[in-house]
């Protein structure tokens, strides 16, 4: 429980009458004097929590007295006993001095400051402090901007009192949250960083440039979106039923590319839900038998249906598939309406308006019901109106029939303004005069901020509640794990099931077939005889990927892993290839027109995906992260991200919570290697951003209770496939290192001065031959452990790669693609 800073007064008050009774100034050693006087000093006066505290850390041979975690590792205190004491200059009532003040003039406390400092170092720790009970020294514990701790500045309270007389700077500065907020580097005016050497993008004057297309990859580029992504958005020509069919993959199969356990694939969406939160058993809505049917509501059901899946793996196209084949003889006996949130509406506070119009609008165009029909609106209102003629007005009936009409239908109209009432009377209407079940489909808000999200299930819920209508939500899980301890969902009991993600590679095969099937067609060209001709090459182009993803698992593997799941992603990165200005296209259609086929390598895939429309790897743009980059100027950094992901798969392996690991392990560890807190931060939150890491939407309680008991609000993660394949494929290929070397900054002044912009593939190998010697080099910087990320033998893979790619440039057939 926190401590108050008006409290840690008082008990600092009480620490200062404890020490000046003469019964306790016998001669302390160590353990009472952490037992009587440290102890209460920072529990007691600082307010830190015993459960951030680890006491007597073992590292390397080495104990530490106490190391404090937030959750990494930011303090670390050096216990002596009450005997190690230092006098200041008389009439000093200065709070800084030079560490160097100490070893000139008082030795031995300067002993217990390197020793400090000396955890420190090891264990990455920004802070370090030297405590007898009574006087207390802290100063900088490790530093980032190339300058050794111990020419710095500490700050010192040489007694209890001057603790006292300075408590505010004190208890800013040492207390949990002073020092989580680094005010420490504040006060001892250490916080200038070396800035990182300037990245050759910024020596590119037209960066990061925009690659020109010819008229053959702008014709393709354009069709490409049309034919790959969905062709029923584009041509009337074409059933979507007969669209769904042909395209459809089922949910749930377990990809033999991915780069990490079958067993972590399977746990995707099992941390969401556990016997803490109370509420139902996620269901898969796909099983080896096909759809759940417990899916399909037999009656109408007073909660909502929650569809529950990541962004990108098919929600959509499952709610399509649902309507259009696997419930399709009960849904075309229903009422079907289908909300799209994609893009409508833009505010939150429209939602309801805008599912209200929708209702109407399909209902007139699908089932033609006009539910602001005049006899339709009579029908609905027939109770009412009745009660109106019987009413105030009943004598106008016969003596002003104009009067009473006008009347009638100013009551009318009063009656439509309500519209939650009169839609709710419309779809009652509906149900019994039909003798049809109505179902509604919210979709697509997970695309959309979480309020907007928390708001369409609100509104969705009260549908279902009070409608007699069955709705069903697309929502993101951890959207659902949220609402549901903290808002929306936390008062309800919804049915949920799981929409996982299909092959990537059975997807892909169906849906270029499918493409090559409907250009052979021309479906939808008319008369345009331009259109037709290049219909004929996009077909081409898709037979060439149709063969490519069939023969040549690299490209699968590569888009299993990358996409993570998201096949919407995975078919953005086939239309990003087709038509890219980073590809040869006229020598690929070339080849294939004499050959008959032509198979894709990866290094020219990967090209097209990294730049994307752009001359140069821009990262800002490119949905490649570039591993190598670094925050400090630091040489370990370029290999912190390889190697944090890396030791996330080997935890992984051994995880009993689905392969999540709490944050506190991974500062520990990376700590350990000497790295500081600010770059672990920077990486985790650069791996997350890009899906190399996924954090766990649930707190995961370890089984076995440890020495420091967490709150739940700290966090756990775990290796995604996309993370697993970087240090495992893409960190040896010659594309990734030749894009992202213009985003990396190179320490080394000597190399900086020979990585230039280079524009010939012949060049572009030579630069990257540099790049690779120069991590070469700064592997050497890392401590010689038992690393789980080997560069040299990432090193050597490379090299294979660019002899591949060199062969393929001096046609040499005796080269292969290989891992």
């Known amino acids: 429980m926190a401590i108050s800073f008006e409290e840690s007064q008082e008990n600092l008050e009480n620490l200062i009458s404890y020490f000046r009774n003469e019964v306790n100034k016998e001669k302390r050693n ?62 000093a009532n200065k709070t800084k001095y030079d560490i160097q003040y100490f070893s000139k003039y008082i030795p031995p406390v300067y002993a217990a400051i390197e020793q400090a400092l000396q955890y420190c170092q090891k264990r990455g720790a920004p802070f370090g402090m030297v405590c007898n009970g009574h006087q207390i020294i802290a100063f900088m514990g490790s530093r980032v901007d190339g300058r050794p701790p111990e020419i710095g500045k500490a700050l010192v309270f040489d007694s209890l009192e001057a603790f006292k007389d300075n408590f505010l700077l004190g208890w800013q500065c040492l207390s949990k949250d002073g020092v989580v907020h680094r005010r420490l580097s504040i006060e001892l005016q250490d916080v200038t960083i070396a800035p990182v ?6 020596k590119i004057s037209n960066y990061p440039g925009f690659k020109s297309r010819n008229s ?68 898969p809505a796909t099983t080896k038998k096909g759809l759940n049917p417990e899916l399909i509501a037999k009656s109408l059901s007073k909660r909502p249906i929650l569809l529950i899946g990541d962004v990108g793996v098919g929600k959509t196209m499952f709610i399509r598939h649902l309507c259009e084949v696997d419930a399709k003889d009960v849904l075309d006996d229903s009422v079907v309406v289908y909300i799209d949130f994609g893009s409508k509406p833009s505010l939150e506070e429209d939602i309801q308006l805008f599912i209200e119009d929708e209702i109407k609008s399909q209902l007139l165009e699908k089932y033609r019901i006009n539910v602001e029909e005049r006899n339709f609106v009579h029908a609905i209102l027939h109770g009412d109106l009745i009660k109106f003629e019987k009413g105030i007005y009943s004598d106008l009936r016969n003596n002003d029939p104009d009067a009473f009409g ?37 979709d697509n808000s997970d695309q959309r901020p979480n309020s907007f999200q928390e708001r369409a299930f609100l509104i969705g819920q009260t549908m279902a509640g009070n409608w007699p209508v069955t709705v069903y939500i697309s929502i993101r899980p951890e959207t659902f794990y949220r609402s549901r301890t903290t808002g929306t969902l936390s008062a309800y009991h919804p049915r949920a099931f799981s929409i996982s993600p299909p092959r990537v590679d059975e997807v892909i095969a169906k849906r270029l077939q ?40 690299y490209l699968i593997e590569f888009l299993d892993n990358v996409c993570g799941g998201n096949i919407r992603l995975a078919l953005e990165f086939v239309k990003t290839f087709i038509g890219s200005g980073h590809v040869d296209t006229e020598k690929i259609l070339s080849i294939f027109r004499k050959t008959g086929k032509y198979m894709v390598p990866l290094h020219e895939f990967l090209r097209a995906v990294i730049y994307v429309d752009h001359e140069y790897y821009f990262p800002q743009a490119s949905v490649i992260l570039n591993m190598f980059d670094i925050s400090m100027p630091d040489s370990k950094e370029h290999f912190l991200a390889p190697i944090l992901l890396a030791q996330m798969e080997r935890w992984a392996q051994k995880s009993a919570l689905d392969g999540f690991v709490h944050i506190s392990n991974i500062y520990e560890y990376l700590q350990t290697l000497g790295y500081h807190p600010n770059q672990v931060s920077w990486a985790i939150q650069r791996l997350l951003y890009r899906k190399l890491l996924e954090s766990a939407t649930k707190q995961n309680k370890p089984k076995e209770q ?109 080269i292969i693609e290989t891992d």
């Open 30 to 91: 160590e353990s009472t004097t952490r037992l009587q006087l440290i102890d209460r000093l920072l529990f007691e006066c600082l307010g830190w929590d015993r459960s951030e505290c680890k006491s007597e850390e073992r590292f390397d041979g080495t104990y530490t007295d106490y190391s404090f975690h937030c959750p990494e590792c930011l303090l670390i205190v050096e216990a002596k006993k009450e005997g190690i004491y230092f006098e200041l200059p008389l009439g």
């Open 197 to 202: 050497p300037e990245k050759l993008s910024a």
């Open 406 to 442: 006008k009347k009638r239908i100013k009551y009318i109209e009063e009656r439509l303004k309500n519209k939650d009432e009169y839609m709710l009377k419309s779809l009652n209407h509906i149900v019994k005069g039909h003798k049809k079940q109505i179902v509604i489909f919210l």
């Open 514 to 553: 499918y493409g090559v099937d409907i250009l052979k067609r021309g479906v939808g060209f008319g008369a345009d005889a331009h259109i037709t001709l290049m219909a004929s090459t996009l077909a081409d182009y898709l037979n060439i990927l149709a063969y490519s993803f069939q023969e040549n698992r």
């Open 706 to 814: 440890t020495a420091v008991q967490y709150s739940d609000t700290t966090s756990y993660y775990r290796i995604t496939t996309v993370g697993a394949y970087y240090v495992k494929r893409l960190v040896t290929q010659f594309n990734y290192l030749d894009a992202v070397v213009v985003d990396t900054p190179i320490l080394s002044y000597d190399v900086r001065t020979r990585i230039i912009p280079e524009y010939s593939i012949e060049d572009r190998l030579e630069r990257t031959k540099i790049f690779a010697a120069y991590l070469d080099s700064q592997w050497l910087q890392l401590p010689r452990y038992d690393l789980p990320f080997n560069w040299p033998t990432m090193r050597t893979r490379l090299n294979r790669d660019i002899e591949y790619v060199t062969g393929k440039i001096y046609k040499r057939e005796d």
């Open 216 to 283: 053959l990859q702008t014709d393709l580029q354009i069709l490409s979106d049309l034919f790959v992504e969905d062709i029923t958005r584009i041509s009337g020509d074409v059933e979507e039923s007969e669209f769904i069919k042909q395209c459809y993959c089922s949910s749930g199969a377990l990809s033999q590319y991915a780069m990490i356990s079958k067993e972590l694939l399977r746990t995707r969406y099992s941390v969401i839900f556990s016997k803490v939160i109370e509420g139902p058993n996620l269901q």
